[in-house]
């Protein structure tokens, strides 16, 4: 909380300077890699990081698969749980995640299933059951120099894990450790306005959200427009980024990345059906690297602002540093 409210002054007070002079000296470099090694640990196929060992069986074994996403190096981390979108794997995102991760911070993404209906009831029950592991299970799989900083805690979802990462934030299941922030990547709550997918998350009342956490969504550009006449668009007008945003309070971050679709964070290849299917279903930007990058970013930037309370480089990106992408919208509530 007090990180919080340090953030949300030094924003304030940033804003109410010169904005010329206050923002264009700022640069940031959150769109490249940052200065740690990686490693990508599937807890599901018992691989190893560094010296952890996940053999002989885990004592407190997740409630899901998971992928996680750390650096290699020593040191005390956030972390960031991020959720996959709907019908994709985990592993569609080691890109992202690895990007992220090299600023000094440990993913966990979980496989929450393989086959799901229209109800997201289940996976929102089955983040907060990895959620709540964290505390003593996660130290299992990591190796002794690299600690979870339990208490700076980032939740993120993409399009359907958007939506359940802002569920999961309303208590719509039990969560026993605190998020402190929020990031809903194209998050989606449905076909269209009145066909939410249950549980609906939007209420359609302005700045309805009662969170106490700093909140940010990003919005694709091409998301709500149709790859062709046989499928609907991936992130509908009425229940897309646009709508989450109205309903968020301050402190919050909205950004709308210009000419990048829906799924334009993947991973450049992505294999099998279900990878081969994220080129066809959406409305594509011309490559996804700079999308990932950006998002990569500008996740980076807000994890450090509202966990680490330096908001540098979230205020650049505000001020016209976007990186690789150039923005369609950029708004905040402080």
Known sequence: MKTLERTRKSLINTVTMSSSSAIATVTTTVFEAGKYTTVLQKVESRTTCCTAKT????PVPPPKP????????????????FLHGYLLYNSFYSQLLQHIASHG????????????????????????????????????????????????????????????????ALEKAAATLKFSALIGVDPVDGMDKGKQTPPPVLTYVPHSFDLDMAIMVIGSGLG??????????????????????????????????????????????????????????????????PMRKFIGGVVVAFMKAYLGGDSSDLMA??????GPVELQTVEYIL
């Open 317 to 322: 990106i505000k001020g016209g540093q976007t």
């Open 55 to 58: 053999s002989p069986p885990l």
């Open 224 to 289: 709500e427009l149709k790859k062709n006449p046989l499928f609907p668009p991936c992130a509908p007008e009425g229940v897309n980024h646009k709508d989450f945003f109205k309903e968020c309070k301050g402190p919050a971050s909205y950004f709308v990345v210009k000419d990048y679709g829906h799924l334009d964070m993947l991973d450049d290849d992505t294999e099998g059906i279900r990878g081969k299917t994220t080129y066809c279903l959406c409305k594509n930007g011309k490559s996804r690297e």
């Open 66 to 81: 998971l992928l996680i996403v750390m650096p290699c190096e020593a040191g005390e981390f956030p972390l960031l749980v």
């Open 105 to 168: 911070f440990i993913v966990i993404a979980p496989q929450l299933y393989l086959v799901a209906g229209q109800d997201s009831s289940d996976e929102i029950k089955s983040v907060a059951a990895t959620t709540n592991w964290l505390s003593e299970g996660l130290h299992h799989l990591l190796p002794p120099h690299v600690k979870p900083n339990l208490s700076k805690l980032g939740l993120a979802g993409h399009s359907r894990g958007g939506k359940t990462a802002f569920a999961l």
